[in-house]
């Protein structure tokens, strides 16, 4: 039986490290790093818990099951249906609103 | 592909359990790692405070990516640890991108025997087949999550030392049938009827208008009907308060109006009941005694007090053989002294069910409310979950209840602290606090609720025994509400007698209440489903009827309220009749504003039930 953790032979790793992170991958670092990405994970779902974009989903999610069938579908289905529906529903407030906080966080984080 | 796949995945209820048969994968994991298969991965399991979400972090500050790209997750990819091996890759749905984490089972099936095909969701300790590509449930698994989310929401140390979790049984809960609900079916009656009601009854319009002639009686007429006010017979405020709101209970009053208790009938009932049996129920009465005893009956002052309310008459009404009655029921409070309103309540509701228990000779439950009319409008369910906290074992047991008494918060120092930042910063890593109404630091009747279903851990002194472990454990006890009564009332502890201290104080902080109030959230379905998430939990078989999510929502009618010192003090009602608030104070009946009543210190609240459902009879109609 095998022992319970093994981590696999790392070349894997290896490879990435050679180049350089980009830009969108430092920031991100640092957004977790930091603590901020939860904060701003919890935001983010509690704003769209709040203007009933998660009911909408759920929705939908429903409406599709109740087409297909319980048994024929799977997480993967259903994350293909809803997320061009989603992203394209999330209010323009909630957005702004994330966006000046990220930007604010840049500011601060560039200091 | 993935459809022919899942219909093997048949989920079907056995006793009312979900059963999940496990995908061939899951099940082949399962066998080979016989004994706590999902071991390692406990370790792993951090839960992070704000929401308590339970996430896979092999150290505390992991940032994972994808073994194959060094993708990061979120937006369209999740990242999966294999359970095996720990190693994580990306998923994306099929033509989204690459699946790193199939990729992996693949090549393990091919080069080796396969086994790496179960892997957990990251961010959300999921479970998940890469060879079926979807999610898979595991009862173990799920036992353990939930098991850290729970210690972690009370801030205590997630327990290390879990021995393999078995599964969580609840009892089945006796006295509750599947309510079936039958549509609403309008009626207007036909001739014959109409003739017969014509009959029967006399109208209520055109009795006692002679009597009041003076110029009162027009501007009373504008006064919506059942509004009298009711004498203070000697610091009877207390049974006044309580009896204007119960006049004005819908339910109730369609009872009695309708004549469903005929104090006639009834007292000729019991009047060759006592005769007839000889003496049974007043062994030591004497004969005059024996006639004027069977006679109390609480139900029957009712109804010559409605009879009386509902007339045209204004003059203030004597409740004074309601208050003799009573008086002869609870004989310990029969006295000229101030009593508690709400003791009183109970007291009257207990007069009322006693009599009726006398007549029937047979018990009926107070869950169901079959017993008497005091059960069928008030009486509720209330559902307490005892989980011990070392392995998950959880007790559950239902009480009946005709109202439920809300602790005041404790005060909150620092109110402009805590009003000033609206952010999310969570304080205290309270995980239910997300309301940012909390922060401006008003007590409101949703705050009060939330905290009678918070799950509160009792202390090392109220250590529960625990079935499975059959040894005195600390465990974690959580209330929620199983089945909503036809007239909610919240009773708010607002009179504290310490016995230590020998003695009594009155809290007169100001409580917020709705006019309307929503009920789901502190139903045991949303309690549960709340613990839970998209675990899978024995839910006692009973599906979340979508009818229960309708009849969640309350109205709010009667406001009793109490002003001045805890023995020096005075009690009034204010109703809400066709969207106006009427003040009862004993004889005086005013038109008030809303806003007044939103002032008030509400002592008790009666909310009643926006929609009524007719059950299914078990009776045969004759045709």
Redesign the interface.
């Known amino acids: 039986?095998?022992p319970?953790?093994?981590?696999?032979p790392t070349p894997?790793?290896q490879e990435?490290q050679e180049k350089e992170p980009t830009l969108q991958?430092t920031i991100?670092?640092k957004l977790?790093?930091s603590g901020e990405k939860?904060?701003l994970m919890?935001?983010l779902?509690?704003r769209l818990v709040e203007c009933g974009w998660k009911d909408e989903m759920k929705a939908i999610c429903r409406a599709f099951i109740k087409k297909k069938g319980?048994?024929?579908?799977?997480?993967?289905?259903l994350?293909?249906v809803i997320?061009p529906k989603g992203r394209a529903s999330v209010p323009d407030s909630i957005k702004a609103e994330l966006l000046q906080r990220i930007r604010k966080f840049l500011v601060s984080a560039a200091l | 592909m993935s459809s022919k796949i899942n219909s093997n995945n048949n989920n079907h209820r056995i006793n009312g359990q979900i059963s999940l048969q496990p995908c061939p994968h899951l099940a082949d994991f399962r066998s080979r790692h016989r004994s706590n298969p999902f071991r390692a991965l406990q370790d792993c399991l951090r839960i992070k405070p704000p929401g308590g979400r339970a996430a896979i972090r092999r150290d505390p500050s992991e940032v994972p990516l994808c073994g194959a790209c060094g993708d990061s997750g979120g937006g369209r990819t999740r990242l999966y640890a294999c359970v095996s091996c720990a190693a994580v890759h990306c998923h994306a749905p099929p033509g989204g991108g690459p699946s790193h984490a199939a990729a992996h089972a693949e090549s393990a099936r091919g080069g080796g025997g396969g086994g790496h095909e179960i892997a957990v969701d990251v961010d959300r300790a999921e479970l998940f087949c890469c060879a079926c590509r979807d999610q898979v449930y595991d009862r173990d698994f799920d036992n353990a999550v939930v098991l850290a989310q729970t210690a972690a929401s009370t801030l205590h140390a997630p327990p290390h030392s879990v021995t393999t979790p078995t599964t969580i049984r609840l009892p089945q809960p006796e006295n509750l049938r599947k309510r079936r609900r039958v549509d609403y079916r309008p009626w207007t009656p036909d001739p014959r009827e109409r003739s017969l009601m014509g009959s029967s009854s006399s109208p209520l319009n055109g009795t006692v208008s002679d009597s009041d002639s003076n110029s009162d009686s027009r501007s009373n007429d504008l006064l919506p009907w059942g509004l009298r006010g009711l004498n203070n017979l000697g610091n009877t405020c207390f049974m006044n308060s309580v009896l204007q709101a119960l006049l004005h209970t819908p339910p109730l009053r369609n009872y009695f109006l309708s004549d469903r208790h005929n104090r006639f009938y009834c007292q000729k009932k019991s009047n060759c009941n006592g005769n007839g049996d000889g003496i049974v129920n007043r062994r030591n009465a004497s004969n005059n005694e024996r006639n004027n005893n069977s006679r109390m009956c609480l139900a029957c002052d009712m109804d010559a007090m409605f009879s009386a309310v509902f007339l045209r008459d204004r003059k203030p009404y004597s409740p004074a053989k309601f208050l003799y009655s009573w008086w002869q029921h609870a004989a310990n409070l029969a006295s000229y002294e101030q009593q508690d309103a709400h003791e009183f309540f109970i007291s009257m509701l207990d007069g009322i069910h006693e009599k009726v228990e006398k007549e029937r000779r047979k018990p009926h439950s107070q869950g169901n409310g079959d017993c008497c009319i005091a059960h069928r409008v008030f009486s509720g369910i209330l559902r307490s979950d005892v989980m011990c906290m070392t392995c998950g074992f959880t007790s559950t047991t239902y009480d009946p209840c005709v109202d439920i008494s809300l602790d005041l918060e404790p005060n909150q120092g620092g109110f402009a602290k805590m009003a000033s930042t609206k952010s999310n910063h969570a304080s205290n890593g309270e995980a239910d606090c997300l309301n940012s109404s909390q922060n401006s630091g008003i007590s409101t009747l949703m705050g009060c609720l939330d905290r009678f279903t918070r799950p509160e851990r009792l202390g090392t002194d109220q250590k529960f025994f625990c079935q499975q472990c059959q040894v005195r454990q600390e465990s974690l006890k959580q209330m929620s509400i199983r089945k909503l009564p036809l007239v909610s009332c919240f009773h708010i502890k607002r009179f504290e007698h310490s016995s230590t201290r020998k003695m009594s104080r009155k809290v007169d902080r100001y409580l917020q209440f709705p006019f309307s109030l929503d009920m789901a959230p502190y139903l045991s379905s949303s309690i549960l489903r709340r613990r839970f998430g998209n675990r899978i939990f024995p839910f006692d078989g009973d599906e979340p009827e979508a009818s229960n999510e309708l009849s969640s929502e309350f109205e709010l009618f009667a406001v009793v309220t109490h002003t001045g010192k805890l023995d020096a003090g005075h009690y009034v009602t204010y109703l809400r009749l066709s969207n106006q608030w009427y003040k009862c104070d004993d004889a005086w009946i005013t038109q008030v504003n809303e806003n007044i009543v939103r002032a008030a210190q509400g002592y008790m609240m009666f909310y009643v039930q926006k929609m009524l459902y007719y059950k299914a009879s078990e009776k045969q109609v004759a045709a």
């Open positions: 039986m095998r319970s953790v093994n981590r696999p894997d790793v990435n991958e991100n670092i977790i790093e939860e904060r919890e935001l779902r509690e319980r048994n024929n579908v799977t997480v993967d289905d994350v293909h997320t």
